[in-house]
């Protein structure tokens, strides 16, 4: 009787340890397979570049009416912005941000152009441009900037930050009211990462 008792304190003694040794696979099995964490790094919405190819049907032009194809860029990353050339509040912010988060990347900030893509044919004030000089400000033709640009559901691009790849590839864009802090953090990842040598 003693025996059996003793035998069956070791057996939930063994029970006990082998639970305490087995929870954490346990555990992690489930998180990993039920909960799914999200293990991205980044801020901004990694793109396929392959979904998205600059279209040739963009009909990008400077203010003065010359043809400028976002290839002239080429081997720059590309801060890119859609807005009309009347550039409310949010406009004028995301404008600044641009600037400021080129600035912020100091000696790679020669690595980054501000390209701000105005769908209409209206007027930009000159003291917009006067304070943004060395933001690209190209017309564009608003059908073809929609359909290419991808958006969050209820969005639309012009609620968006995007970056284009020095290969021409549209590879990340950032949520509407985005935190710069963070687009500044991954501005510094995709820098570090191509950088060359």
Known sequence: MKENKQRTNGRWKLL???AVCTAPVIASYFTYYVLKPQSRTNYGTLLD??????PATLGTAALDGKPVALDAYKGKWIMLSVDGADCGDACRKKLYEMRQL????????DRI?????IPDAQPVETMLM???DGTRMLRVKPDAVRAWLPVDGGTV?????YMIDP??????????DADPNKIKKDIVKL??????G
């Open 113 to 117: 152009e501000r390209v701000w893509l």
């Open 167 to 176: 290969l021409g590839n549209l590879m990340m864009r950032f949520p509407k």
């Open 102 to 109: 080129r600035l912020t990347q100091g000696k790679d900030m």
């Open 49 to 54: 570049p392959s979904a998205y190819p600059i």
């Open 16 to 18: 006990a340890v082998i």
């Open 191 to 196: 820098l570090k990462a191509s950088r060359i």
């Open 157 to 161: 691009p012009a609620d968006h930050l």
């Open 130 to 132: 006067r304070e943004y």
